[in-house]
Every structure is written in C-alpha cells, then in structure tokens.
C-alpha cells in the first residue's frame, strides 16, 4: 500500500480534523502519564538542566538589598494575595507577605490550641544530627500532646540521649489534612491537603537547601523563624550537592559562615528575615534558604509540586496549553 497516495487522496480538511484528533489524543495520553512520570528521575533531571541556566539569568542580573522585600497585607489578610505570589514566583523574586493570616484568631495558632486539635495524634519527631547532608533522618514517636509539654516546659524530652547540642526536636514534615483544610492556597498551588507540610519543634534549624521541582510558601503560625535566602546563581560559592532529583543541599552556612572553608563567603548575596506569628514568605523554586528558631515553633510550608516552579512554566494546568517546561516529552 502506497501510504503518500493514500495521504493525498483524503481531503484536506478531514487531513487537518483528523491531524488535529491525534495531536488532542497525544496531548491527553500525556497527561495521563505525567504522574508517573514526576517520580522518574530523568523527568526531575531534564527539568533541572532546563530550568538552572533560566534562573540564574534572573537572579544574576538583579540587585537585592540584604532584607527580603515584604508587603503588609493589612485587614484583607491572604484575600488579595495570590496574584501577588504568582507575579513574583513567575519572576523568581521571594517576597514576604506580613499578616498574611491573622494568627489571633486562629485555634491552631496557639500550642494550647493546637494541642486541642491534634494533641491525640501520634508523631514522628526528628532527632540526631539532622544537618549533616548525607545523613539519614532518625526519628522518635511521641504523641504531639507530650510533644508540646515538652516544647512549654512542661516536661522533660524523654529520649534526650538522641539529641544533639543545639539541634533541637521537632516534628518533621508532618500531615494535617484537618488544619489543612482550613488554610489558605494560592491559585496557582494546588488544594490537596498532600501539597501541606507542617513543622513543630523548638530551638531548631533547618540547612542550606532547595527545591527544584516547586515553589513554596512557608507560613509562620506560632512563634518567630529566622530565614536566610540565597539566590540560585551562586551555587558555586556555596558548595551546592545534589541530593536527590529534587533537592540541592549546600554545606554553607548563612548565620555563621566559615570564611576558611569558603573564601568567597563576602559575595554570597545573602537576603534575611524574621517571620512573626501569621507572616508568610514565597521561596521560588531553586532559591537556597536556611532557617532557625528559638522557642515554640509552628509553622506549615505549601508546595506547587504538580506543577513546577512558576518561573520555568508552571502553573495551573491547561489542556490547550502546553508549558514550556513540558516540550520534549511525549
């Protein structure tokens, strides 16, 4: 069978319908393999290659000050605020957005509160000496109502021969799909309680890392947090590794750098704030940040991991409208 003959001899409008069927089909048999596929590590690795020579050219030509650039949400609260998130994690600008939830009244913003909503649950809490980059995470269970005892003075912790001088205990990571529920999304995250993660420790930190396939937004619920951002660009002066197909980690330290080890330290771009009870912070995807706290701490972070940093495509989902971070695949 001479398939160019047979090509010619159909019409050229049912050639078009029918070219445009296929295309519609490939596009949806693409989609539906895209969940698979966002765990398979040449799809992380290909949107890393992609994505980090994009990123660098934003951030390594801007200026920043030494304080992340902030905006008072006044009395709207997080009514009014996504499309500011969006404008700036399509730019790759962190921003903090204060009062962003009015944390007074609020139950789950007080550990009294919190202990009334979840205190029954059983959690994981992180020990050790969780800032060593190749370590494995060990953990501790305890209910979060014990946990919390401990995080007010109440009692001692009951496996503190695991603790390492400075590192305190915290729980790790954490789903809540009942606060989560509760809380505000940007439009351009997605609304499962899955994408939520909540964090509850004292006297704690968390090292230089970032995220590669999503922008987060870490909002501060109980207590204050101390952030350091780094922008993307100076991977090199950090001593950026890669973790996993999502995760850099970095060995620099922002709140205590060691010029002997890193003689480049003095032109790391470092940006700093702290986080009150209510404020939140966008940490555009391949942006650095480490953070630290002392006393009671609750805070939850919200990741756009369907979807991808904003700044290399991504965002809500269109059928009609394939990303740029989607091109050549499939």
């Avoid at 480490?290 to 965002?315: K, L």
Wanted: aromatic share 12%; with cysteine; hydrophobic share 35%.
């Amino acid at each position: 069978m001479n398939i160019a003959k047979l090509k010619k001899s159909i019409p050229p409008g049912l050639r078009k319908l029918g070219g445009l069927f296929l295309t519609s089909f490939r596009y949806a048999i693409f989609r539906w393999l895209m969940p698979p596929l966002k765990h398979y590590p040449l799809y992380h690795m290909n949107l890393a290659e992609k994505g980090w020579p994009k990123i660098t050219a934003f951030t390594a030509g801007r200026k920043y000050t030494d304080q992340i650039e902030s905006i008072n949400c006044g009395s709207n609260g997080y009514d009014d605020s996504s499309h500011v998130l969006e404008d700036y994690a399509k730019t790759s600008r962190p921003i903090v957005l204060k009062n962003y939830i009015v944390a007074d009244k609020e139950k789950f913003c007080t550990l009294e509160g919190l202990k009334g909503e979840i205190g029954d649950i059983i959690g994981r809490v992180r020990v050790g000496d969780y800032d060593e980059i190749a370590g494995d995470p060990e953990f501790v269970e305890m209910r979060v109502s014990d946990f919390i005892d401990h995080l007010q003075g109440n009692s001692e912790f009951p496996y503190k021969n695991r603790l390492v001088e400075g590192k305190g205990p915290y729980l790790a990571s954490t789903k809540l799909p009942t606060i989560a529920k509760l809380l505000p999304v940007p439009s351009f995250f997605p609304r499962s309680p899955d994408f939520t993660a909540f964090w509850l420790g004292s006297d704690s930190r968390s090292p230089l890392h970032n995220h590669m396939s999503c922008d987060v937004l870490l909002v501060q619920l109980v207590g204050r947090r101390k952030v350091f951002l780094i922008p993307p660009h100076q991977a090199p002066l950090i001593g950026s590794i890669l973790r996993d197909t999502g995760i850099c980690t970095a060995s620099f330290d922002p709140f205590e750098p060691d010029k002997e080890e890193f003689p480049g330290a003095d032109l790391v771009n470092k940006m700093y704030f702290e986080l009150d009870s209510g404020d939140a912070l966008l940490i555009p995807g391949f942006w650095y940040h480490a953070i630290r706290f002392t006393g009671p701490s609750f805070a939850f972070s919200q990741f756009n991991a369907n979807v991808m940093p904003m700044s290399i495509g991504g965002g809500s989902i269109k059928p009609w409208k394939e990303r740029s971070y989607l091109k050549g695949w499939g």
